[in-house]
């Protein structure tokens, strides 16, 4: 039984190819031609339950090959039967020739499994190569659609070209039937063209002497450039002197009694109804000096009426005839000094309803302009002029006004309740100015009169008994003047200062009550300092009390520092007002013998 289980085994065991089983039919192989086949007399029995016999012998040897199986044994051939449980040995060939079988079939399986792996690796190989070949295919075909697309705009612009064609051949076919028309023209140029040779030789000989005359010529020009360079030097030089003699007159005008003092004009403005005032007499010989008469009643009664004469002489008395024109021309010339380089002031004093604001701006007419607007015409205009010699000027201008000892920026646009605040202070080389205060740059004249018609218009006014619009404030116009002559080398800076003083008419007088009351305590107080300021001056004291006044503090530059000052004293012709005009030349005369200094340039 144990062999015939060990001959079962091979059949137990299965060829697994490819993760495959073998089918069951391919292990059975047939048998070949030499299978062993058992004896006539060999009998297989069976074994029985618990009983062992022994088999029949053969009558053959064993081990003997028998080439011709007996009828009592039975070949195991493919699809035959099966052998018999008691041939064994049999049974063990057939399971050694399905063995060898099964190891041939191992054997060719193996190796058809290295020929498909060999298969499968170049086959992978091959897929990763038609891979590559797809991809660049697709690029092959992406550039190909994108010439596609080329050839596709190309063949629009081909169709456009074909028609730009047609259009150029017909203008091809005008331009030829022109060029036909052209070719006969050139012939007649070319005609033309010999008989300009001929006038061209006749011209280059021309042009020789031409050339010859420029020679000369520029030899001249430059002769010329020569005779104006020195004559430049002879006219700055010329400038210098007219400088200096300018100078030279306005101190000569300064005063009767001595160089250095302010100067005083008087002007009596005319009466309402035109006629003359018999108090006030101008006389026709002498333009410097004022009377005023007066008819004193006998307080005793016993002798007649007395009559009384207050004489006064000033640089120049104006009478009620003279004009705008007239009053400008005498200060004209120092109004020009302040381009030259010196300080200038010009200011207007008076009770009110004199004439000080005529004076000073007049009306918007050409023949009633006052001081201020000619006098920036005419720096402007002599400034152009002074242009052509090299000099170039910078005008800044600003307009203030002093109001109940408070300044105000007369130029101011913002909101009132947004008003800065302002003081004035004394820089390092005593020039005086205002915080806060607007200071405009201005290069024409037409702007400067714009902001005088803006300060006009913001200044403070008031209804008094003396005036029904009275001038509540003391107005002070500056004109800062910066000149440069870059080809000299110098520098010149000035300030020109036009100021309007308020009325300077005693309380009892003006009837100011309540704000105008205020008003007219603050205007009598600054006045009465400038008084005191220019007593002190006239007196050579130590001290100057400039600090008293707003007023004082501003034009303490003006009165005794470097500058040339002049004052207006403008006088009321009615009988009404002789007190005030009395008080007003008395102050002027004191003015007039003010020393201040003489005046010197700030040219660098």
């Known amino acids: 039984m144990r062999r015939e289980q060990d001959a079962h085994k091979p059949q137990a065991a299965a060829t697994v190819i490819g993760h495959r089983q073998a089918p069951v039919a391919a292990t059975r192989a047939p048998l070949s031609a030499s299978t062993r086949t058992a004896g006539a007399a060999t009998v297989a029995i069976g074994p029985s339950r618990g009983v062992s016999k022994r088999p029949i012998a053969s009558a053959a040897p064993r081990g003997a090959a028998v080439n011709k199986p007996s009828a009592a044994t039975k070949t195991v051939g493919v699809g035959g039967s099966r052998r018999k449980p008691w041939d064994l040995k049999g049974k063990v060939t057939d399971m050694e020739d399905k063995i060898r079988n099964y190891q041939t079939k191992a054997r060719s399986a193996n190796e058809e499994m290295e020929t498909l792996k060999g298969s499968l690796s170049h086959n992978q190989n091959r897929m990763s190569q038609l891979e590559k070949e797809v991809e660049q295919q697709k690029s092959q075909i992406s550039k190909y659609e994108t010439q596609l697309e080329a050839l596709s705009q190309v063949r629009q612009e081909l169709e456009k070209v074909s028609s730009d064609k047609n259009l150029l051949q017909k203008e091809l076919s005008n331009l030829e039937q022109k060029y ?12 033309e063209l010999q ?19 420029l020679r000369d010529r ?10 104006v360079a020195e004559q430049k030097e002879e006219l700055h030089a010329g400038e210098m002197e007219r400088r200096r003699l300018h100078n030279t007159i306005q101190e000569l005008k300064a005063s ?37 008469a007066k008819t004193e009643e006998s307080h005793t009664g016993k002798t007649g009426d007395t009559h009384k004469n207050y004489n006064f002489s000033f640089d120049r008395v104006f009478g009620p005839k003279a004009s705008q024109q007239e009053i400008f021309d005498e200060i004209s010339l120092l109004v020009q000094s302040a381009l030259d380089g010196y300080n200038v002031c010009v200011f207007a004093y008076g009770q009110t309803g004199s004439g000080k604001t005529y004076t000073m701006e007049g009306e918007e007419y050409d023949d009633t302009r006052g001081v201020i607007p000619r006098a920036v015409q005419q720096v402007f205009k002599a400034g152009q002029k002074l242009a052509t010699q090299g000099w170039e000027f910078t005008f800044t201008a600003s307009f203030v006004e002093i109001y109940n000892e408070t300044l105000r920026d007369l130029l101011y646009t913002g909101k009132a309740s947004k008003r800065p605040e302002h003081e004035i202070r004394k820089m390092s080389n005593n020039e005086v100015t205002v915080t806060n205060l607007t200071y405009e740059k201005v290069y024409t004249e037409d702007q400067v009169q714009g902001l005088i018609a803006l300060a ?36 010149c800076k000035s300030t020109l200062c036009l100021v309007d003083l308020a009325g300077s008419e005693r309380m009892v007088k003006s009837q100011s009550q309540g704000d105008r009351f205020k008003e007219m305590t603050a205007i009598n107080s600054s006045l009465s300092n400038l008084g005191i300021v220019i007593t002190s001056l006239a007196n050579k004291e130590s001290h ?17 520092g470097n500058s040339k000052t002049l004052m207006f004293v403008n006088i009321s012709p009615e009988l009404d007002s002789f007190g005030e005009t009395l008080n007003s030349l008395r102050f002027a005369s004191k003015v007039n013998d003010c020393v201040i200094g003489t005046a010197s340039s700030n040219k660098k």
């Open 456 to 491: 006009k218009q913001n200044r403070s006014t008031a209804q008094t008994s003396q005036n029904d619009r009275s001038s509540r404030s003391h107005s002070v116009f500056q004109l800062h003047i910066e000149g440069v002559n870059a080809g000299r080398d110098v520098t």
């Open 544 to 560: 100057i009390p400039y600090r008293n006044s707003k007023l004082t503090y501003l034009l303490q530059g003006c009165l005794g």
């Open 180 to 191: 036909k028309v052209m070719e006969t023209l050139r012939d007649s140029q070319e005609t």
């Open 195 to 213: 008989t300009l040779k001929m006038k061209l030789s006749v011209q280059e000989s021309t042009m020789t002497r031409l050339q010859n005359t």
């Open 218 to 227: 520029e030899e001249e020009v430059h002769s010329l450039k020569e005779t």
């Open 256 to 292: 009767q009694h001595s160089p250095g003092n302010i100067r005083v004009f008087c002007r009596v403005r005319p009466l309402v109804d035109g006629g003359f005032s018999k108090h006030i007499q101008l006389p026709a010989s002498d333009d410097k000096s004022i009377v005023l």
